[in-house]
């Protein structure tokens, strides 16, 4: 019923940049609240930034605030997440998440719709 692909995740240096894309298909999918997550070697998945699908209201994990920003292209049916600034740290996979609500939410349970994921790496 809804379907996200993740693609542009890679090898990046610290400092540098990287943007990644999420295309959603299926029914409703327009009107979906869309997420991302990453989850580390180790780590849990953690929530990094979400948007709303209808009027772009964004919503981001503290550690990305000015350096990352979510957006979207409604005729493409696609959400990105330009990543600028980036640091080791963020070295994860990436993984592009939905949910059926307009409300922006953080929590990873409440996305039901998630993507295979993205691999980031960024060196020293």
């Known amino acids: 019923q809804v379907l996200l692909v993740e693609s542009g995740g890679g090898l990046a240096q610290a400092g540098g940049s990287l943007r990644l894309s999420c295309v959603a298909s299926?029914?409703?999918?327009?009107?979906?609240?869309m997420g991302w997550f990453r989850q580390a070697p180790g780590k849990e998945r953690e929530f990094v930034a979400a948007i709303r699908w209808t009027d772009s209201s964004t919503e981001y994990t503290d550690s990305v605030k000015g350096r990352f920003t979510i957006s979207r292209d409604n005729a493409k049916n696609t959400v990105y997440l330009q990543m600028n600034s980036l640091k080791p740290e963020d070295t994860a996979v990436y993984y592009c998440a939905g949910r059926q609500s307009r409300t922006i939410t953080k929590y990873r349970s409440e996305y039901p719709y998630w993507g295979q994921g993205t691999q980031v790496t960024v060196s020293s």
């Open positions: 299926g029914r409703a999918a327009s009107t979906y609240t």
